[in-house]
């Protein structure tokens, strides 16, 4: 997300109307989702996040 932000930025300044910068923007984020690729190597294996799966008890 931090992309589409810079690119906001940046082409704020190229742009007359509020309009014609979010349908570039616009454009940009229909670009990109054609091209993207799962992600499925966002956390190293064995990290204890992606094999915990119950909450603990609590007592009341």
């Given at each position: 997300?931090?992309?589409?932000?810079?690119?906001?930025?940046v082409?704020?300044?190229?742009?007359?109307?509020?309009?014609?910068?979010?349908?570039?923007?616009?454009?940009?984020?229909?670009?990109?989702?054609?091209?993207?690729?799962?992600?499925?190597?966002?956390?190293?294996?064995?990290l204890?996040?992606?094999?915990?799966?119950?909450?603990?008890?609590?007592?009341?």
């Amino acid at each position: 997300m931090s992309d589409i932000v810079d690119i906001a930025c940046v082409m704020s300044m190229s742009y007359r109307t509020d309009d014609e910068q979010n349908a570039a923007i616009n454009a940009y984020i229909r670009w990109r989702n054609t091209r993207a690729e799962p992600k499925i190597t966002f956390a190293p294996p064995g990290l204890t996040l992606r094999t915990w799966t119950q909450y603990p008890t609590r007592a009341a």
